[in-house]
């Protein structure tokens, strides 16, 4: 007889406009646990950190000492002593936990399939990324209490939520960064070796909110909303639907999966917890220049 799966519990810690969000797939992904067939030999806890760091950092530690799963939801931008110290506290652990980095805008259909087909080398070694977004000023985002104080602290959660997807397109060495604007209207150019170029731009224009989302483009062809963009013999732009883009997963099914994975994960936690501390690291002159550039 086939034995009942006792979903591993989900905890969220932090604060800020995305805990209910995290609450709602928190429920969804232990309905899904209770459906599955499956028997996990290790049953992992599952953490999720969100909001401003210091409404979480603690409870960071501990959950890696514990050797959680743990999802880091990405509304800051990391310094140096900051990753040292949720390093150290992965390399104590009691048991291998498993850390990721998450957006939740990795998870809308547009970057999903942006990155697909970059991964898949449809588009050729990218040379362009952008993402743009167009609100009117009533349609933007709600940030959290904390954020909505400190200037800086607001910057970090608007920026790191689109900042992070696109650095997952930026495999290359970072060369240089510019900033421009204001909360909720500004721009950020990143520049990466082999001339690989990254606009980020969001913008309030008064009644005319116009979100083109992701913009791909490589020397084979370039992706936007959709559809493949290439350039015929005689100058002609093609542009052709990508096939089966209409029955890609929603953005909280995908995250939904992949937090179901995470959680039943039993082998290969510590090389993955290794790749996003790699990662951070590796990320941190992105973080730098940033920070060095945003107005108190």
Known sequence: MMKETTPAPIEILGSGAWVGFFQDLQRLAVERLKATSQVLAHRPTGTICCGPLASYQEGLVQALRQGQTIWLVTSHLWQADEVESISAAAKNAQHPPCLELISPRQFDTDFLQARLLAQQGELGELK????????????????????????????????????????????????????????????????????????????????????????????????????????????????????????????????????????????????????????????????????????G
């Open 128 to 295: 362009a990324v952008r993402s743009l977004a167009w609100t009117p000023d009533f349609a933007g985002e709600a940030v959290s209490p904390e954020a909505a104080t400190d200037r800086t602290a607001r910057f970090m959660e608007e920026i790191s939520l689109v900042l992070e997807p696109a650095l997952e397109l930026c495999p290359g060495r970072f060369l240089s960064c510019q900033f421009r604007g204001l909360p909720g209207d500004w721009s950020v150019s990143l520049l990466f070796e082999d001339d690989l170029r990254v606009e980020i731009e969001l913008r309030k224009r008064g009644h005319l909110p116009f979100a083109t989302g992701w913009i791909v483009d490589g020397p084979l062809a370039g992706y936007r909303q959709g559809r493949l963009y290439r350039t015929a013999a005689d100058g002609e732009t093609i542009d052709v639907p990508v096939p089966g883009f209409e029955s890609m997963p929603t953005s909280v099914e995908a995250m939904c999966d992949q937090l179901i994975a995470a959680l039943t994960m039993t082998t290969g936690r510590k090389e993955s917890t290794q790749q996003t501390l790699d990662k951070l690291a590796a990320r941190l002159p992105v973080y730098q220049s940033l920070l060095a550039q945003l107005p």
